[in-house]
């Protein structure tokens, strides 16, 4: 039966899982941030920070690992990363001041650079053929969202039940389970293949001259500016919105259910938005993607915050959530072409980790002085409709090949 299965599938498969294993624990980290400030006696700015380190050193080294499994392979870049991310979460566990956490948040983030979207995507990327591509990295892409989905209610049982600190501590366990999983995207049998793909699109550029097109590209740098509000956007809501329901005086289960929500609808998103990609400009399906964004955070936020609204709210969300990952990743292939796509994606990534970083820590410190998340809710709107103006320009077509710019 397994022999029936495309070598292709099995990429998607287990990187999915990887994908949903390493993605959905990082998206449960919001459900910590009240128990654990509270426990600790420390303000929210502390473990949102660590949050918003854990997303900025993610960004800062995706280019690099990204770069090291496009040269090397992916087998030693994921294994390492996995381990790292076990063990960042296991120091979470025995944390007792902030500076821990700050140290545990640092070696997530660093773990997260070698199993995260940057390499999983780009292995599956150059494996797809083009016109199967966005539909690939967009099933790929659901496993964060399944992640997302089953993550965070296996988080927020283990809190109730277990506390916190043994809460991190089973995640660290189960974070290993990703090991074998590396080795679906890496087996001999489709190596090959895989170099036969990439040759089949290579169009001849030195390193150093793809990423002089790519710095001169207004493409490429207004694709890098717009991930920098969609990660803005996803840590502000993973980070804050359990806090922001807390403060609403909303029951308990709401914050749970509301971000299993957002990964419920996120697994239809993606997959729509790769198939969108496939069929339209992806450019033009960010456009509407941002735009409509902004409208639903607006929505939300004008009117009365009860549990049905929140949920209303995140299921909405969850539908435009990650659906940016398989086309902004998408459009880096045609750019570039898929040889160099985990290092590329990796720059662009690392926009979207800095703007997790601002929105994570900048959504604690905003708290800390004003008592509300007001300031963080309408300046979301407004880098939404900033988002959409952004991709509007962008041309789905190959820079290289024809050296637009």
């Excluded at 609204?309 to 969300?317: Q, V």
Aim: charged fraction near 10%; glycine fraction near 12%.
């Amino acid at each position: 039966m397994i022999d029936r299965i495309s070598p292709l599938t099995i990429k998607i498969i287990c990187g999915g899982l990887i994908l949903a294993i390493a993605v959905g624990i990082r998206q449960s980290f919001g459900l910590f941030l009240d128990p654990v400030s509270s426990t600790l006696q420390i303000g929210r700015e502390t473990f949102a920070l660590s949050i918003g380190l854990t997303n900025l050193l993610w960004g800062a080294l995706a280019p690099f690992t990204g770069a090291l499994s496009d040269k090397f392979g992916l087998k030693k870049v994921a294994i390492f990363g996995t381990i790292l991310y076990s063990l960042g979460i296991y120091i979470f566990s025995n944390s007792s001041h902030g500076y821990e956490l700050i140290v545990g948040g640092l070696i997530v983030g660093a773990g997260l650079s070698g199993i995260g979207f940057t390499v999983i995507l780009g292995a599956v990327g150059k494996f797809a053929p083009p016109e199967k591509r966005g539909t690939a990295l967009g099933l790929t892409t659901m496993g964060g969202s399944i992640g997302m989905f089953l993550g965070i209610p296996v988080s927020g049982t283990l809190i109730a039940s277990a506390g916190w600190s043994s809460s991190f501590f089973w995640l660290a366990i189960i974070s290993l389970v990703m090991l074998p999983l590396v080795y679906g995207l890496v087996d001999s049998k489709t190596s090959n293949d895989k170099k036969t793909k990439v040759d089949s699109e290579d169009k001849g550029e030195t390193l150093k001259e793809v990423l002089n097109h790519a710095f001169n590209s207004k493409h490429f740098v207004l694709l890098v500016c717009g991930f920098f509000i969609c990660g803005f956007h996803v840590n502000f809501i993973v980070s804050h919105l359990p806090a922001f329901i807390s403060d609403m005086s909303l029951p308990g289960n709401v914050a749970t259910t509301a971000l299993a929500l957002v990964g419920f609808a996120n697994i239809f998103g993606v997959a729509i938005a790769g198939r969108l990609g496939d069929k339209y400009s992806k450019s033009d399906v960010l456009v509407v993607l941002y735009s409509l964004r902004a409208i639903v955070f607006t929505i939300y936020i004008l009117t009365p915050i009860t549990a049905s609204s929140t949920m209303i709210f995140t299921f909405t969300l969850g539908l435009l959530w990650l659906g940016t990952v398989p086309l902004t990743s998408g459009l880096v292939a045609t750019f570039f072409g898929p040889k160099y796509m985990s290092m590329l994606y990796g720059i662009v990534f690392f926009g979207h980790q800095l703007g997790g970083f601002f929105s994570s820590w900048l959504g604690g410190k905003i708290y800390d002085l004003t008592g509300n998340y007001d300031t963080m809710w309408w300046f979301s709107v407004f880098l939404g409709v900033f988002a959409a103006l952004l991709h509007y320009p962008i041309k789905d077509k190959a820079i290289i090949l024809f050296g637009s710019r």
